[in-house]
């Protein structure tokens, strides 16, 4: 009696988990045909007396190997818009030892938030003086940066003033963490002379929020900077989307343009067999012939375009030699660890093309229409124990090429324009400079002793910031700018 109870309870026991089991699974394809997605919190407020959901840390600094003061940065219980405290920024002067710009990020503590029904940040700022941030903006998680946005050269004023960064589209933040990011350097000064670049300000900044503002309108996109562009290309080699932009009509009546990352962007190619661009924003090119590289954001066709002529595959300069670091200072090149914040093209004429393509992980930039270009970086370079300059060069078009290689210093007080600046330059002989054909020059560093347009010759060669590239309308490739030591 008391066997037959067990089998009797164990049958009833498997029929109940069968029909448990059915009904589950019953249940899970009912759900998975009515799903209903996770959604995050849409919370607005990010600091108005405190920070709002934010990290424990508050705010997380830019790394300060780069230059970023982390002691910068605070809050003031004596100063605000509204209510009893705001953010304080002590802006520091460039010669501070601790850094000489302030700047970072402020994070969403959960999973991200849903700001898809929100049009812009909005915050409240005054400065000490007038002066610009040089950026504020959200989206910068220091992870993917995925939809990242940033507002250049605010201006400060003394008194209170509101300012928003508009949102290029809402519907693509549905889980954001990256509340807030700005960047201030103490050279950010407007009315105010550098005083031997020793300047820093303070700002407060309050009442940080997203919004909803009907008033903003009349969004024009643009990619290359509006331009309709046409260059050459080579397969294998990967080309960034450059000159982003989202132009909005703000409530005050101005416009105001924002920098969105790429993926606010749809991108389209004429020719996908040519050339595509991945959703990092970076055009692939695949194969050989013509394809036009379009945009469009939130349904708004972008101005601008490049049209693509690609010649085929593209063979790279000769890599440069093992040497010691301590006998290269690089500026630009793949095989060394060269300068901080290279800009390729720190002053220019507005005709010249400037376009960084990467080949198999080896970047080159090209300069088309030539005429002058600078290349500038982080600080300055006593190059005065090195034996020469190297330049790769590569003509890429001219029936009469030219190309002048300058050197330009900043003398001892480290500063562009500061009254004992020197610079020099050396012509390359037109007979070495060969289309399509990659030239090693290597320039003696006494050699540069020809006059610029604001220089006798010859520079100084203790704190060298700049190289320059001067012709005459001809277009290069440039790859491996180094000063060595033989």
């Not at 960064?165 to 950010?188: C, N, Y």
């Not at 996109?221 to 309709?228: H, L, R």
């Not at 790429?262 to 661009?277: C, E, K, L, Q, T």
């Amino acid at each position: 009696m008391e066997t037959k109870n067990r089998k009797h309870i164990n049958l009833k026991t498997i029929f109940s988990l069968a029909l448990v089991l059915i009904l589950l699974s019953s249940c899970e394809r009912d759900l998975s045909d009515d799903a209903v997605f996770a959604t995050f919190p849409n919370t607005a407020d990010i600091f108005t007396d405190s920070p709002v959901g934010l990290t424990d840390e508050f705010f997380k600094s830019f790394d300060p190997a780069l230059g970023a003061n982390p002691e910068a940065f605070g809050t003031d219980d004596n100063v605000a818009y509204e209510g009893s405290s705001s953010i304080r920024i002590d802006v520091p002067a460039p010669n501070d030892p601790n850094g000489s710009f302030v700047g970072g990020i402020f994070l969403d503590r959960g999973e991200g938030r849903d700001l898809t029904g929100y049009t812009a940040l909005s915050f409240w700022a005054r400065g000490s003086t007038t002066a610009t941030i040089g950026l504020v903006g959200f989206g910068t998680d220091f992870e993917e940066n995925k939809f990242a946005v940033e507002r250049p050269n605010i201006q400060l004023s003394t008194d209170w003033r509101k300012y928003i960064v508009p949102i290029p589209d809402p519907s693509k933040l549905v889980q954001e963490r990256g509340m807030f990011v700005f960047s201030a350097g103490g050279l950010d000064v407007i009315d105010s002379e550098p005083n031997g670049n020793e300047i820093g300000f303070t700002f407060w900044m309050d009442e940080l929020r997203f919004e909803n503002l009907g008033t903003i309108a009349q969004l024009r996109p643009a990619i290359f900077s509006g331009e309709n562009l046409t260059e050459q290309g080579f397969t294998g080699t990967v080309l960034p989307i450059v000159g982003l932009e989202a132009t909005f009509n703000a409530p005050t009546g101005q416009d105001i343009t924002v920098v969105p990352a790429p993926s606010y962007f749809d991108f389209s190619s004429s020719d996908i067999n040519v050339a595509f661009v991945n959703e990092l924003g970076l055009i692939e090119i695949v194969g050989e012939g013509t394809t036009t590289i379009t945009a469009q954001l939130d349904g708004v066709l972008a101005e601008g375009s490049l049209n693509l002529d690609v010649l085929g595959s593209f063979d790279g300069a000769e890599t440069p030699p093992a040497r010691d670091p301590g006998d290269v200072i690089s500026i630009f090149s793949d095989a060394y660890t060269s300068v901080n914040n290279l800009n390729l093209a720190v002053f220019n004429d507005e005709n010249v093309q400037v376009q960084t393509q990467n080949f198999n992980g080896d970047q080159i930039v090209t300069y088309d229409n030539l005429t002058f270009v600078g290349l500038g970086w982080e600080g300055t370079n006593d190059v005065s124990g090195m034996t020469h300059l190297h330049v790769d060069v590569q003509l890429s078009s001219s029936a009469a090429p030219s190309l002048t290689v300058q050197l330009i210093d900043f003398g001892a007080d480290n500063s562009d324009g500061g009254g004992d600046d020197t610079g020099g330059g050396f012509t390359i002989p037109s007979s070495d400079l060969i289309e399509g054909t990659w030239v090693g020059v290597d320039i003696p560093i006494n050699a540069f002793t020809e006059a610029t347009a604001v220089f006798p010759g010859s520079p100084n060669l203790n704190n060298i910031a700049r190289v320059a590239l001067v012709s005459n309308g001809s277009s290069f490739i440039i790859d491996n700018i180094y000063f060595y030591r033989e």
